[in-house]
């Protein structure tokens, strides 16, 4: 015998998940807020502990007297006589410059050569070759023929940074263009937009995460490849002054040229960073 109608009626109530309104809020305290919360606060200290034990572990090795290797308290001491006769500040004002320039052509002309390649069938055709039989040499092999070609100036040393900087920046915009979804180019141009629009509009914002991407690899290769480039007849940079203090075994200075150049590739990276998370906010990120 079958249930009565009000019977069925109730089960099926009680069975039913409750409103969406009786639900648990992600945004008023759920889960998602809760393990979203610490982790924030929590990076800084990661952060700080990380670099208090890696600090710890190399004081003791220098206490220990592993090949000679100087504690971080000597190499304080160094960078404050660099900095007190302005020795640091001129040498990273001058390897600061390099890299910039460098890096700044090398994006400048990267992005759209990648726009170019991946917009235009023709384009890619006749550019790609080059670019990917460049990228498999190494920047600094390219040394010996800028110096001929180039002199010992400024020039052959921009121009190695250059190279580094456009060849990680050329792929990154050449597969963001690729990489946009076609559904978004379909709907543009169902709507009337015309190439030129759906670039701007559709292609270079869904292109931007992958272009800052290539930007900041870029500007770890320039980074890279700056000690090398000082190699070339130069008189100040911290490239120069770390090959300099080679010679005479003063490991003190080569530290201090290797901790700037660390503190400022990790400053120019977080502006980076900063700006990709401004640019990108629209994109689901973890």
Same mark, same amino acid.
């Given at each position: 015998?079958?249930?009565?109608?009000?019977?069925?009626?109730?089960?099926?109530?009680?069975?039913?998940?409750?409103?969406?309104?009786?639900?648990?809020?992600? $945004?008023?305290?759920?889960?998602?807020?809760?393990?979203?919360?610490?982790?924030?606060?929590?990076?800084?200290?990661?952060?700080?502990?990380?670099?208090?034990?890696? =600090?710890?572990?190399?004081?003791? =090795?220098?206490?220990?007297?592993?090949?000679?290797?100087?504690?971080?308290?000597?190499?304080?001491?160094?960078?404050?006589?660099?900095? $007190?006769?302005?020795?640091?500040?001129?040498?990273?004002?001058?390897?600061?410059?390099?890299?910039?320039?460098?890096?700044?052509?090398?994006?400048?002309?990267?992005?759209?050569?990648?726009?170019?390649?991946?917009?235009?069938?023709?384009?890619?055709?006749?550019? @790609?070759?080059?670019?990917?039989?460049?990228?498999?040499?190494?920047?600094?092999?390219?040394?010996?023929?800028?110096?001929? =070609? =180039?002199?010992?100036?400024?020039?052959?040393?921009?121009?190695?940074?250059?190279?580094?900087?456009?060849?990680?920046?050329?792929?990154?915009?050449?597969?963001?263009?690729?990489?946009?979804?076609?559904?978004?180019?379909?709907?543009?141009?169902?709507?009337?937009?015309?190439?030129?629009?759906? &670039?701007?509009?559709?292609?270079?914002?869904? $292109?931007?995460? &992958?272009?800052?991407?290539?930007?900041?690899?870029?500007?770890?290769?320039?980074?890279?490849?700056?000690?090398?480039? @000082?190699? #070339?007849?130069?008189? @100040?940079?911290?490239?120069?002054? #770390?090959?300099?203090?080679?010679?005479?075994?003063?490991?003190?200075?080569?530290?201090?040229?290797?901790?700037?150049?660390?503190?400022?590739?990790?400053? #120019?990276?977080?502006?980076?960073?900063?700006?990709?998370?401004?640019?990108?906010?629209?994109? @689901?990120?973890?």
């Amino acid at each position: 015998m079958s249930a009565p109608p009000t019977r069925l009626k109730s089960a099926a109530h009680h069975d039913s998940p409750p409103p969406l309104d009786a639900r648990p809020d992600a $945004s008023a305290g759920g889960p998602d807020r809760i393990g979203r919360g610490p982790s924030r606060l929590l990076t800084p200290l990661l952060n700080l502990t990380a670099l208090a034990a890696g =600090l710890g572990i190399w004081a003791l =090795l220098a206490s220990m007297g592993v090949q000679g290797l100087p504690g971080p308290v000597a190499v304080a001491d160094r960078a404050g006589e660099l900095i $007190s006769d302005g020795t640091l500040a001129t040498d990273a004002a001058a390897s600061l410059r390099r890299v910039l320039t460098g890096f700044a052509l090398g994006t400048v002309v990267a992005v759209p050569v990648g726009f170019l390649m991946g917009w235009y069938p023709v384009a890619r055709g006749l550019l @790609e070759p080059y670019v990917q039989f460049f990228r498999t040499i190494p920047p600094l092999a390219m040394i010996p023929l800028a110096i001929v =070609l =180039l002199g010992i100036g400024e020039v052959p040393k921009v121009f190695v940074i250059f190279l580094a900087a456009f060849l990680s920046a050329v792929v990154a915009s050449f597969q963001g263009v690729v990489g946009v979804d076609r559904t978004l180019i379909d709907a543009a141009r169902v709507l009337g937009a015309r190439d030129g629009t759906i &670039f701007l509009k559709v292609v270079v914002p869904a $292109s931007a995460p &992958f272009i800052l991407v290539g930007m900041r690899i870029g500007l770890g290769s320039a980074w890279g490849t700056l000690v090398a480039a @000082e190699l #070339m007849a130069a008189q @100040e940079g911290l490239g120069y002054r #770390m090959q300099k203090a080679q010679l005479y075994y003063d490991l003190p200075t080569i530290f201090v040229g290797l901790i700037t150049i660390g503190v400022l590739g990790l400053l #120019m990276d977080r502006l980076l960073l900063l700006a990709e998370r401004r640019l990108t906010h629209w994109q @689901e990120t973890r």
